[in-house]
């Protein structure tokens, strides 16, 4: 197995992710995450896996330095960011900087690699002590109860497994007890913890998603960080500190 670059399919990444409803919640939902948690003042960010920069050109408009990668050169090629915003081209354990900054965004990123915790471990020996890891990632407990929602019950006996791996589903979803694990032997420490779409992706009439959109979200506002909802979310935020 080898870690997912968008290269040749840029276009449809960025529109399957960007261009409906499940996307922008998930990116309004990740701002405020990061509206809430990062420290005060102006912060030296940089983003692994960065895609096309969405959540990159957001901070450096609030007046943060940013430095955007992704392994994708495709993918950069469709940035649209602001001048300050420096991006290149690297996998993730190319980028050996990370102590220049004050705050690591790893978002959506470790479900599409050959070994996340390696990529977890490299990203906790690089980062200096008291800086700030926001992690996302596909969360595989989610994902087990939506297929079970759907009836999906002969893909989950083959433990979510497809015979042909489409290059838009995530090779790996991680539990969050296994994340949780690893970040903790890594000597992370956890700071925070949200859902990140409790409710979007188990509406029986989809179309809500976009027809009510501003009550949906209020909804995953009210309650991404309240048990037992918070552990339904498609993706799980981690916000870590360097000990």
């Not at 040749?8 to 960025?14: D, P, Y």
């Not at 290149?88 to 900087?97: E, F, G, I, T």
């Not at 999906?152 to 791996?165: E, L, P, S, T």
């Not at 309240?226 to 498609?234: E, R, S, T, Y």
Request: hydrophobic letters at 40%; proline letters at 3%.
């Amino acid at each position: 197995m080898q870690d997912q670059s968008f290269d040749g399919i840029a276009g449809k990444f960025a529109k399957n992710i960007y261009g409906t409803s499940k996307g922008a919640l998930r990116h309004q939902l990740l701002c405020d995450a990061l509206d809430e948690l990062l420290p005060a003042g102006k912060l030296n960010i940089i983003e692994l896996g960065g895609g096309t920069g969405v959540m990159s050109s957001y901070l450096a408009n609030k007046g943060h330095t940013l430095t955007l990668t992704d392994i994708s050169a495709d993918i950069l090629s469709m940035a649209e960011v602001p001048p300050s915003v420096v991006t290149y081209q690297a996998d993730l354990q190319s980028v050996a900087n990370l102590a220049d900054f004050d705050i690591v965004l790893c978002h959506a990123v470790l479900e599409w690699l050959a070994d996340p915790k390696e990529a977890l471990a490299h990203m906790a020996k690089n980062m200096r002590r008291g800086s700030w890891l926001s992690l996302t990632f596909f969360n595989r407990d989610a994902a087990l109860f939506g297929n079970a929602v759907y009836g999906n019950f002969d893909y989950i006996a083959r433990g979510m497994k497809v015979k042909k791996q489409v290059r838009l589903n995530p090779k790996q979803p991680l539990s969050v007890a296994q994340v949780t694990e690893w970040v903790e032997e890594l000597g992370f420490e956890i700071a925070a913890s949200r859902g990140i779409r409790c409710f979007h992706d188990y509406l029986r009439d989809p179309k809500k998603a976009s027809e009510d959109y501003e009550s949906l979200l209020a909804l995953e506002r009210q309650y991404n960080q309240q048990a037992p909802f918070k552990w339904l979310g498609k993706y799980f935020h981690l916000w870590l500190r360097v000990t």
